[in-house]
């Protein structure tokens, strides 16, 4: 059985790296948006420059500084669900429980696309049953 913080990461980098490759130009700033989506995607460039950043120090280990970089995205773009999915993610390899379902929960809010409403809903029991990702 593969261990829950590598599956976690898996997904992660799957999600992170899905948005930066998208062919369309959608993710890269441009002023249209996925059909079905409520979400406007326009000046999405330094967002996904955040999350890719986070995503990096997050491989590293270094949880607070991705923490603190994904913040920093939702300042920008406070409706990305990725992002939501990103931050977390990342607290609760911290082991910040009530703060990672707290923002699975907005992450939620928004409405995501079927796949992305799975992973926060995963995210939220794992903090509801206070289960870290070691």
Same mark, same amino acid.
């Given at each position: 059985?593969?261990?829950?913080?590598?599956?976690?990461? *898996?997904?992660? %980098?799957?999600?992170?790296?899905?948005?930066?490759?998208? &062919? &369309?130009? *959608?993710?890269? @700033?441009? /002023?249209?948006? #996925?059909? @079905?989506?409520?979400?406007?995607?326009?000046? $999405?460039?330094? *967002?996904?420059?955040? $999350?890719?950043?986070?995503?990096?120090?997050?491989?590293?280990?270094?949880?607070?500084?991705?923490?603190?970089?994904?913040? $920093?995205?939702?300042?920008? /773009?406070?409706? /990305? #669900?990725?992002?939501?999915?990103?931050?977390?993610? %990342?607290?609760?390899?911290?082991? !910040?429980? /009530?703060?990672?379902?707290?923002?699975?929960? !907005? @992450?939620?809010?928004?409405?995501?696309? #079927?796949?992305?409403? !799975? %992973?926060? !809903?995963?995210?939220?029991?794992?903090?509801?049953? $206070?289960?870290?990702?070691?």
């Amino acid at each position: 059985m593969l261990n829950f913080k590598l599956l976690s990461m *898996v997904i992660l %980098v799957f999600l992170l790296s899905a948005c930066a490759t998208q &062919s &369309s130009g *959608v993710w890269e @700033g441009a /002023d249209t948006k #996925p059909a @079905g989506s409520k979400h406007e995607y326009e000046s $999405r460039s330094p *967002v996904i420059s955040l $999350r890719t950043k986070a995503m990096h120090y997050t491989q590293e280990g270094h949880y607070s500084k991705a923490e603190a970089t994904l913040e $920093r995205a939702l300042r920008i /773009d406070s409706e /990305d #669900p990725l992002t939501y999915v990103a931050l977390a993610n %990342v607290l609760l390899f911290q082991e !910040k429980f /009530d703060a990672s379902t707290s923002i699975a929960e !907005k @992450g939620l809010a928004l409405n995501p696309e #079927p796949e992305l409403e !799975k %992973v926060l !809903k995963d995210i939220i029991a794992k903090s509801n049953n $206070r289960e870290a990702i070691n």
